[in-house]
């Protein structure tokens, strides 16, 4: 039986060096839009659901791309999508 070849890994290690050039840089590196809100509970649920209704997920890769609880009953979140769908 012949030994399986692990598959050549310097594309993903230029994508890593890519990506982590570009953080420090400052930059995203993407090109997605992002908002961060902090809103009560239920504002922020509204909020997040107004973005996938103007912003189609299919079409826009729209998601939530972080959330956090504050004290209060706030949510901190950021919302990410594509800037426009083709």
Do not use: C, I, N
């Given at each position: 039986?012949s030994?399986?070849?692990?598959?050549?890994?310097?594309?993903?290690?230029?994508?890593?060096?890519?990506?982590?050039?570009?953080?420090?840089?400052?930059?995203?590196?993407?090109?997605?839009?992002?908002?961060?809100?902090?809103?009560?509970?239920?504002?922020?649920?509204?909020?997040a659901?107004?973005?996938?209704?103007?912003?189609?997920?299919?079409?826009?890769?729209?998601?939530?791309?972080?959330w956090?609880?504050?004290?209060?009953?706030?949510?901190?979140?950021?919302?990410?999508?594509?800037?426009?769908?083709?």
């Amino acid at each position: 039986m012949s030994r399986l070849s692990r598959p050549p890994l310097d594309g993903l290690r230029r994508q890593l060096h890519r990506s982590r050039s570009d953080r420090a840089g400052g930059g995203s590196g993407d090109s997605f839009v992002r908002e961060t809100f902090t809103l009560p509970r239920d504002a922020a649920r509204s909020k997040a659901r107004e973005w996938f209704e103007r912003y189609p997920k299919a079409a826009y890769w729209t998601s939530v791309e972080s959330w956090r609880l504050l004290p209060g009953d706030e949510v901190e979140f950021t919302m990410r999508r594509l800037p426009s769908a083709d």
